[in-house]
Every structure is written in structure tokens, then in C-alpha cells.
């Protein structure tokens, strides 16, 4: 079975109706998001946004697309962007900082694909992969390469935005 590719132009067409990501020609349905989904991003959100209100960073989730590379737009759970917005309202192209929050569905993607695309964005300095079973993976661009973290407890500081972000307040 061939598998159809379609062009960004109608990629973008579709997308205005259905949020979809796309890779490599493949359109991806994004599912809903589960309860404890939403608030575990939702106490993400009020977390981090002083944070990056103070530095003077947009602080983005969900409906806000981004560009990872010419044939691949993600949505990402949350962004910290410190850059410029590009033209498109709709659009990011140069987070700090992208965090997902895990799902069944979507686990092995953020793990795989989204990880490498991420990590190969030249703004990026953090990525962050949030398990509701109270566990939280961080992986950091360094000079010497990528530093992988797990915290299950205490503070994970950030450069981007500067600040702690208290697992306490996020996994209560």
C-alpha cells in the first residue's frame, strides 16, 4: 500500500480545519488530550510563564505551530521562545525550550522523531519530556554534546527560561 504524500500548500489548506502535523509528505492527526493530560500542561504553563514573561519570552502551547526543518511542523505541548516572531502569526521557528507531556499515543514520536528534530534546532537549549507518573526527563544542548537528566524530585533550573521549576507544583 502506498502511502500519499502531500505538498505543504495543502498541508497548510487542511490544517486550518484539523489540527495535523506533517512529516515528510505524511499528514498526522493530533488526538484530544486526556484530563490529566491537560493539567499537568496546564500547571506547566503558570509555572513557567512568569519565567518567561520575565526575560521576555512568548510562552506558547499547543495551537501554535512549529517549524522543526521544510517538511516538518509539529505542535509541541509547550514552548519558550526568546527570538523574534517570524511572519506567520500561526507559526514558530526558534524555541529555547520545547517541553511534551507524554501520552500512550504519542510516547514512542516524542521519543524518537521529535526528539531528534528538536534537539537539531539551533536555538534550542532544553528539551523536556514530562511522564504524568511524576517523572520528568530533560535532555540539555551543551558544548560537549547533549546532557540527559531524570528527575523524579527537587528543582530542574533552567537557562531558558532562567529560572527552578518546582516538580512539588507540578506533580502535587
Known amino acids: 500500500m502506498v502511502e500519499r504524500q502531500f ?3 495543502e498541508y497548510l489548506a487542511l490544517e486550518a480545519e484539523e489540527r495535523l502535523e506533517y512529516e515528510e509528505g505524511q499528514l498526522l492527526a493530533m488526538a484530544g488530550d486526556s484530563r490529566e493530560h491537560n493539567l499537568l500542561l496546564t500547571r506547566l504553563l503558570l509555572r513557567l510563564f512568569p519565567l518567561a514573561e520575565a526575560r521576555g519570552c512568548r510562552l506558547l502551547h499547543q495551537t501554535v505551530r512549529l517549524k522543526v526543518a521544510e517538511d516538518r511542523y509539529y505542535y509541541p505541548d509547550l514552548m519558550v521562545v526568546c527570538a523574534p516572531p517570524p511572519q506567520d502569526p500561526y507559526l514558530e521557528e526558534a524555541p529555547c525550550l520545547v517541553a511534551e ?8 514520536r516524542d521519543r524518537g522523531t521529535k526528539l ?14 514530562v511522564d504524568p507518573k511524576g517523572l520528568v526527563e530533560i535532555y540539555r544542548k551543551t558544548e560537549g554534546g547533549v546532557l540527559y ?11 531558558c527560561p532562567q529560572g527552578a521549576l518546582d516538580l512539588r507544583e507540578i506533580f502535587p
Open 7 to 9: 505538498s505543504l500548500k
Open 101 to 108: 507531556v507524554l501520552s500512550p499515543s504519542t510516547e514512542a
Open 116 to 129: 531528534r528534530a528538536y534537539l537539531a534546532l539551533p536555538s534550542l537549549q532544553a528539551y523536556l519530556l
Open 149 to 159: 537528566e531524570v528527575h523524579r524530585e527537587g528543582s530542574i533550573l533552567l537557562d
